[in-house]
């Protein structure tokens, strides 16, 4: 099978070119065709050690296509056989950049590492010992404009979030003390004050209400011991991998996937979704990792190859799935596109539809929901970290 | 896609720097050029993006709501063009983790494709371009203990080094032993004291070495920015590495 494939036709002949072509182009539609199992859903090559832009499926295609001129031209180099490279059409080279080294160096240099108009003019005043007021050339103005027409911005200079409370998110606040104690519902809820904060400091297990540490990790020992194995993966991480995640040596590393019916019955599932459990070498519990954030609210997708449950940088926070373009799982759940089994959804959603399809201000656990969704839509919300260590009797 | 990412991985990228030799024959031209990888000696992938480059490329992608620099090489993704030098990087970083699962061995000066599963080539290229904290350093190609990529081929001996115009020029006793059979040959400069330690190399930047040119059987030049400086006698050793190329890796050019 090709998998669609537009191989280039090979200008080289020869048999060890002949072979090493067979053999690229069978790897290459062997990783295109294995490439949901072993690197975007299999733990052992996650999506996310890969550099950019190698995360994505159909931009690997494209480098593997035309990479097969390049790597058979050196196999037949090596093979040392006579004759001819190829001819190439040097008429379509690719563009050269209209401005020279030097050209370049002087204009990226002094217009500084800011992203506002008045910044980098002042930058490039300073820098070029203008005096005020700034004249730039039209050529700069023409390059600002299209800058920022495009709109490329620095997270750091984002509106700070309003970072208090509503009087409705406050009396729920209130009221968490009436919780079932048995839930974790209070550990939830302790967990959204700090995320509707605007407090990204790491959850710990000292963060906990009183007494809520050994049940959570009783109702985690008893998912690890009882719950179907298909909910359960385990992480082939390295000594240094597990060191990420506060696990030793001896430990071992588990994905647990809590949207099941063993997660709810155990409280778990809206605590947590998804989470990495780490166990001892006698298969007890001792810690929990995950990140608290919503596809209805604010996600973050760590960029700086940190794990789940340590700080983060805040360029790292993003718009939920829901507001972004998803496909639909057959449960409905919004998952990234192109995931198999699922379907297109219309785009992204809009956020007011969200908060009323899927929340509601007063019924059971959609209270979060809702009050998540609500606070997106003022353009509040900070995932937390969340690294609770167990002690084990 | 892109136009000029269309032209770049369809077309090579040429430098007729130093070594193009240009023949007339009748009414045709040749021109033998070399042509190499951009970085002719690592495995390294290029993806890497320094941290003001990263600083800026993050602020974007946040502002696209995106947690990809770069997920499409389409004209829908416009915002996401890195310029067709750094799609040409993509391309040599692909086509090497290609090389390097396919190919027997350490995959240098070799044609044989290697025995082993589609599953284990498929974990070699992979874990080329892999981050660096995810690589699996105990197979291919990042094997430690020196039997990886980086593995040293031979030490040689400097005993006189000076610098021209940004070249470094070594002579070596005894002589280097680096057949011009290849042209794929690098070096590590691990000299002692003084002056002679401006022409080391860094194994943190280049963990194969720089490129070498060999000059003849006691000497060899590399780059090497710094001032002019007259033949040093030096002491110390260096590392013979092997990068990419082969027996002959001149890319042949023909107008008619």
């Known amino acids: 099978m090709s998998y669609n494939f537009d191989w280039p036709e090979i200008p080289f002949t020869g048999a060890e070119v002949t072979a090493f072509v067979n053999a690229y182009k069978g790897l290459a539609e062997s990783i295109y065709e294995n490439w949901f199992d072993e690197v975007e859903y299999d733990s ?3 999506t996310s050690y ?6 994505n499926r159909e931009v690997i295609k494209e480098l593997l296509t035309y990479g097969l001129i390049y790597a058979s031209f050196i196999i037949k180099q090596r093979s040392g ?42 930058a490039w005043q300073r820098k070029t010992g203008g005096t005020a007021p700034p004249r730039l050339s039209d050529a700069v103005e023409d390059l600002l404009d299209d800058l920022f027409n495009n709109g490329p911005t620095d997270p750091e200079t984002q509106p700070p979030q309003d970072c208090n409370l509503t009087a409705r998110e406050a009396i729920y606040d209130g009221l968490v003390p009436l919780l079932p104690f048995t839930t974790f519902l209070r550990s939830k809820a302790a967990l959204l004050k700090r995320y509707l904060t605007c407090d990204n400091s790491v959850f710990t ?25 298909q909910y359960k993966t385990p992480l082939n991480l390295t000594t240094e991998q597990k060191a990420q995640y506060g696990a030793g040596p001896t430990d071992t590393v588990w994905r647990y996937d809590f949207y099941n019916p063993a997660g709810e019955s ?21 810690g929990v990792r995950d990140d608290f954030d919503f596809v209805y609210g604010k996600e973050l997708n760590r960029t700086d190859g940190s794990v789940a449950g340590t700080p983060y940088q805040s360029s790292d926070v993003g718009n939920g799935l829901y507001y972004k373009d998803h496909w639909l799982d057959l449960d409905k759940q919004p998952v990234p596109v192109g995931t198999p089994g699922a379907t297109p959804s219309n785009g992204p959603g809009n956020p007011q539809d969200i908060r009323d399809k899927n929340t509601n201000p007063i019924a059971g656990d959609e209270v979060g929901r809702w009050t ?22 | 896609m892109l136009t000029s990412y269309s032209l770049a991985l369809k077309h090579l990228s040429l430098n007729t720097g130093a070594g193009v030799t240009n023949i007339s024959i009748g009414s045709s031209l040749t021109i033998f050029d070399m042509q190499n990888f951009n970085d002719p000696m690592n495995i390294i992938p290029s993806s890497e993006l320094n941290s003001s480059c990263s600083r800026y490329m993050i602020g974007r992608s946040s502002a696209f709501e995106d947690n990809q620099y770069i997920t499409s090489l389409d004209l829908e993704s416009p915002y996401h063009d890195v310029g067709y030098g750094k799609i040409q990087e993509y391309l040599e970083d692909v086509t090497k983790a290609m090389l390097l699962a396919i190919l027997d061995g350490d995959s240098k000066r070799t044609t044989t494709v290697g025995i082993g599963s589609s599953y284990a080539k498929r974990k070699i290229f992979y874990n080329t371009l892999y981050k660096e904290r995810y690589r699996d350093k105990t197979i291919k190609p990042w094997v430690n203990s020196g039997i990886g990529w980086t593995a040293t081929h031979s030490i040689v001996n400097p005993v006189f080094v000076s610098r021209t115009s940004n070249i470094a020029i070594v002579t070596t006793s005894p002589a280097h032993g ?20 401006s022409f080391n190399i860094s194994t943190s930047t280049y963990p194969n070495g720089v490129p070498i040119k060999i000059v003849d059987a006691n000497t060899f030049t590399y ?7 007259t033949a040093t006698a030096v002491t110390g050793t260096a590392d013979v590495k092997v990068g990419w190329g082969g027996t002959s890796i001149n890319l042949h050019l023909y107008f008619t």
Request: with cysteine; charged share 15%.
């Open chain 1, 266 to 286: 155990r409280n778990l599932r809206t605590l947590f979704g998804v989470a990495v459990v780490i166990k001892n070498s006698s298969g007890q519990v001792i």
């Open chain 1, 205 to 229: 297990e000292d963060d906990l209400p009183a007494g809520q540490a050994n049940s959570m990790r009783d109702a985690l020992q008893d998912f690890s011991d009882h719950a179907p194995d």
């Open chain 1, 50 to 55: 890969l550099e950019n832009p190698f995360t």
């Open chain 1, 372 to 393: 998540v969704a609500t606070a997106y839509e003022n353009g509040r919300g900070t995932p937390v970290p969340i690294s609770i260590n167990f002690t084990n009797p």
């Open chain 1, 81 to 122: 056989g006579g004759g001819p490279g190829t001819n190439f059409d040097l008429s379509a080279s690719p563009y050269r950049p209209q401005l020279s080294d030097a050209e370049k160096t002087y204009v990226i240099g002094n217009l500084g590492c800011v992203f506002t108009p008045e910044a980098m003019k002042s």
């Open chain 2, 178 to 197: 680096m057949t011009t059979a290849y042209d794929d040959w690098g070096i590590v400069m691990n000299l002692n004291t003084g002056i002679a330690t």
């Open chain 1, 44 to 46: 052992e090559y996650h």
């Open chain 2, 223 to 229: 780059t090497n920015v710094g001032i002019n400086t």
